[in-house]
């Protein structure tokens, strides 16, 4: 399991932007529904949430870990197991707290970096977007939006399930060609909160043992 949650939170949720080689296909009602969604997130001051990553194989789901995640604007912060991402704007700190090892290094400009609902904006270039109709998540009848990538890049297909009335995402289903999945279930939202001026720094002097890597 820390295997799978090192390459989450190193890339495997990481959408290179890609040229398009074919004709981009986005359905009308899909987009309004995932733009009306990426301006409300936009329209916070900050956003936390609490979520169930999983991941498996053939499907199915096999492992469970919980996981926080703050941000704010172009900011932000994660927490997974013995793992913890800070993005201060500038550069990404990957920590880890049981190899006690940090990797810092620039968010390459040919890509998004980590986030739940990072597909929100990168499906504008990089995805084929159609509307899949209605299917029931928590209880909540959520829209259903299915994401295929215009060119390869490892993934067969993207899930995404939206809550149209709130404009917020409830889950994400990430599909790979190897017959992997791994599953994001957002649990607990909230917004606008007072956080820590801190929150999205990170202070070497907590990590004085521990090995730092710049690349």
């Given at each position: 399991m ?18 398009l ?58 927490k ?62 959520a829209?259903?939006?299915?994401l ?35 599953v ?6 909230k ?18 043992n ?6």
């Open positions: 820390k295997k799978l949650v090192s390459k989450i939170v190193l890339g495997a949720f990481v959408v290179g932007s890609m040229s080689v074919q004709a981009q296909k986005i359905d009308a009602k899909a987009k309004k529904i995932l733009d009306d969604i990426t301006a409300n997130y936009n329209s916070k001051k900050n956003s936390y949430f609490k979520f169930a990553f999983g991941s498996g194989m053939n499907g199915a789901v096999s492992k469970t870990e919980p996981g926080i995640y703050y941000s704010a604007g172009d900011k932000y912060k994660l997974i197991m013995e793992t913890e991402q800070i993005f201060d704007g500038n550069k990404i700190y990957n920590i880890n707290t049981e190899d006690m090892e940090v990797t810092v290094a620039k968010p390459n400009g040919s890509s998004t970096m980590f986030s739940p609902i990072n597909y929100l904006t990168s499906y504008r270039k990089d995805y084929n977007v159609a509307y899949s109709g209605k299917k029931t998540v928590d209880g909540v009848n829209d259903l939006i299915k295929t990538p215009v060119k390869a890049n490892g993934l067969k297909y993207i899930y995404l399930y939206v809550d149209s009335a709130k404009k917020q995402m409830l889950k994400l289903e990430q599909h790979g060609n190897n017959k992997d999945i791994s994001i279930s957002i649990k607990e939202y917004e606008n909160q007072q956080l820590d001026p801190n929150m999205f720094v990170f202070d070497k002097s907590k990590f004085k521990y090995l730092v890597t710049e690349l």
